[in-house]
C-alpha cells in the first residue's frame, strides 16, 4: 500500500485546509483509513479516522473543526479543517490499516500544516 498525501500549507488562524490523501493498492482492502499529526519532541497523536463502514473517531481537540471523508471505490480519505488554531500546526500523517488474509497499518510521508496567529 502506498499513501499519497497532499493539501498541507501555511493559513492564518480561522482559516481552513483540506488535506486529502490516495491509497494505491494492488491486493486486499483498505479497512480504516485517517489522519494522524506529530510535532517536534512530540508522539504522533489522532486527528481522525473513518472505517469502510463510516465509524468516525476524533480527536476531542478537533470536534466540531475538522471533517473526515473518505471515498471508498477511489480509497482516498480527506480532512477539511476549519477555525484553524495555532496550535493545529504539525505534520500531517495520512494513515491506512489494510487487509488481505492478514492486516497491515501503513503511513504517508507526511505534509506540513502551518497556522500562523
Known amino acids: 500500500v502506498q499513501l499519497q498525501a497532499c493539501g498541507g500549507g501555511l493559513v492564518q488562524a480561522g482559516g481552513s485546509l483540506r488535506l486529502s490523501c490516495a491509497a494505491s493498492?494492488?491486493?486486499?482492502?483498505?479497512?480504516?483509513m485517517g489522519w494522524y499529526r506529530q510535532t517536534p519532541g512530540k508522539q504522533r497523536r489522532l486527528v481522525a479516522t473513518?472505517?469502510?463502514?463510516?465509524?468516525?473517531n476524533y480527536a476531542d481537540s478537533v470536534k466540531g473543526r475538522f471533517t473526515i471523508s473518505r471515498d471508498n471505490a477511489k480509497n482516498m480519505v480527506y480532512l477539511q479543517m476549519n477555525s484553524l488554531k495555532p496550535e493545529d500546526s504539525a505534520v500531517y500523517y495520512c494513515?491506512?490499516?489494510?487487509?488481505?488474509?492478514?492486516?497491515?497499518?501503513?503511513w504517508g510521508k507526511g505534509t506540513q500544516v502551518t497556522v500562523s496567529s
Open positions: 494513515y491506512a490499516s489494510w487487509f488481505f488474509s492478514v492486516s497491515a497499518d501503513f
Open positions: 493498492i494492488s491486493t486486499g482492502s483498505v479497512v480504516t
Open positions: 473513518m472505517t469502510r463502514g463510516g465509524v468516525t
